[in-house]
């Protein structure tokens, strides 16, 4: 896909399709009213066809509601896309409208395609983040995953999406499209990886697809297999693995972007392809999406990618413990003790809770690099899902700085985070018997004592653990996402790296 910025009026460009986003102000209440003749007047030449399509639709420019008019100035289609009041506006509402928008012109099968607003927009908001809000929505809104659909041909895919304002400086309008292309291809690449199903998407293809993506962007990987992991002494790790006939893979990928400072930062993502939930067997519906439960790991990835692609001046290491949880005759059973790699020993009361085993090498693991924050990143728990829903990442930490940058970061991506409490008083809950700690907790609060299980691995590192159970795998499709994955994470904590370094 041609991602593209000109320095044009919209109106000036040809393509099959236009989506043009629009505040109630803009579409006006009369048809006398001074927002509509601009509306009307931005189009050159015979407008009949738009006066007759706002006159007859009670288009009011409400926040996502949209008409459609054919052959207007150069367009074989027009979608003209409500954002609300024009005081409402804001980045969220432009990507929303835009990916509404784009989403009906694929519907035409529209293969090229002009977004752009009134110049009404720019007098509010900044330029760059027009341009920027507006294209990514576009762009996030017309993924699909279809590479499975073998019979009746395919839809054409979406080949070019353009921004077209004549009042932007076109250094800015250009910038603003190149970053919103580059993060939007790690959001593709991270919404692939969580879609695909496990048996393509397996530990060794996890790696596979790291290394890639390291090698096109010059981030250093480093992959340990097996036998390296055993050296390691990655207990949690190996113990999840062994109903598996594949084999387990540790993920590293070290972005350095910023080669004089000694800083690192560690993003941990987990990586359990397929969760079937091992020996403790999930219920048969719904298994299926459980090839999303490396959501973690695809973030991180996808997130590196972001960060080098854009060239973002932070030291980020991403790393990425990766297996299957599956039942066998080597499996890890309830009752069995586990010692990780930090020594740390684990009583497994529950082979289904396999995140934090593996979470628990990867997080120890993390410490080498002397970190100033630790992010890790989990489908961790049901009971996260059942708290917050879809809509809110749960966020859990011990460092309230880190945490208040990523709260920040959520409201700017729309990614948005919010912190849960991890008390003292809910550790008894995994007390063991016979352990240094147990794997589950009971009934109540499951995402928190997950959360706390965590923390007895990251020591006196700044740790912020992010569950990302419920953002990252939708069961109904929004504005700019499809149902599946979201590819939650990778603007989250882009948008938070790019704070950190402007920072210094
Ligand atoms: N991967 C699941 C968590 C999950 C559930 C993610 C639903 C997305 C949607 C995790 O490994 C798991 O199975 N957790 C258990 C923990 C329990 C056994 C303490 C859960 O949440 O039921
Ligand atoms: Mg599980
Ligand atoms: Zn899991």
Redesign the pocket.
């Known amino acids: 896909m041609k991602v593209d910025f000109v320095q044009k009026r919209f109106s000036a460009v040809k393509a099959d399709a236009l989506v043009l986003v629009l505040t109630k102000e803009d579409v006006g209440a009369g048809n006398k009213s001074a927002g509509r003749s601009r509306l009307i007047s931005s189009f050159p030449g015979d407008t009949s066809q738009l006066e007759r399509a706002l006159a007859g639709s009670g288009f009011t420019g409400d926040k996502d509601k949209h008409i459609t008019v054919y052959s207007l100035a150069k367009f074989g289609v027009a979608f003209l896309v409500g954002a609300g009041d024009e005081s409402d506006l804001s980045n969220e509402r432009l990507r929303r409208a835009a990916g509404v928008g784009i989403r009906e012109a694929q519907l035409v099968k529209a293969t090229s395609v002009v977004v752009a607003t009134l110049d009404s927009v720019l007098d509010e908001t900044s330029h760059y983040e027009v341009v920027h809000s507006l294209l990514e929505g576009a762009i996030l809104g017309a993924y699909k995953f279809d590479k499975y659909f073998t019979l009746n041909g395919k839809n054409p895919k979406i080949a070019s999406i353009t921004a077209a304002f004549a009042p932007v400086e076109a250094s800015i309008g250009k910038k603003a499209a190149k970053d919103a292309e580059l993060i939007g291809e790690a959001v593709y690449l991270t919404r692939d990886l969580c879609n695909a199903p496990a048996n393509e998407v397996y530990p060794e293809a996890l790696a596979d697809v790291a290394v890639k993506m390291a090698r096109k962007f010059h981030v250093h990987a480093r992959i340990l297999d097996e036998k390296q992991i055993r050296k390691l002494k990655m207990g949690g790790l190996l113990a999840v693995n062994s109903g598996s006939a594949r084999p387990p893979r540790f993920i590293t990928l070290e972005y350095k972007g910023d080669p004089r400072s000694r800083d690192w930062y560690a993003i941990v993502g987990k990586g ?1 392809t397929f ?1 079937s ?1 091992g020996i ?1 067997l ?1 219920p048969s519906t719904g298994m299926g ?2 090839k999303m ?1 490396m959501s973690g790991a695809a973030a991180v990835i996808g997130t590196i990618q972001a960060l080098a692609s854009l060239k973002i001046p932070v030291n980020v290491v991403g790393i990425a413990p990766s297996t299957e949880n599956l039942p066998g005759g080597r499996a890890y059973k309830p009752g069995d003790v586990v010692t990780t790699m930090s020594g740390i020993t684990i009583e497994v009361d ?1 082979t ?4 934090r085993i593996i979470l628990s090498d990867a997080l120890h693991y993390a410490k080498r690099y002397r970190p100033k924050a630790i992010i890790d990143l989990a ?5 996260c ?1 059942v708290a917050l829903g879809h809509h809110a990442t749960g966020m859990f930490g011990t460092s309230e700085d880190t945490m208040a940058q990523l709260k920040d970061a959520g409201e700017k991506t729309f990614e948005r985070v919010w912190q849960m409490p991890i008390y003292e008083e809910y550790e008894k809950q995994i007390k063991s018997d016979i352990a240094d700690v147990k794997n ?1 907790g009971g009934r109540w609060g ?1 995402a928190i004592t997950a959360a706390l299980f965590l923390k007895k691995f990251v020591g006196d590192y700044p740790w912020v653990h992010l569950d990302i ?1 419920g953002t990252a ?1 939708l069961e109904e499709e929004t504005d700019y996402s499809q149902k599946g994955s979201s590819g939650v994470g990778v603007r989250l904590l882009t948008q938070f790296f790019k704070h950190i370094a402007s920072q210094r």
């Open positions: 359990i969760d939930g403790s999930k999406e459980m439960d529950n289904d809770a396999e995140g489908t961790l728990t049901g009971a899902v589950v499951g159970a795998m």
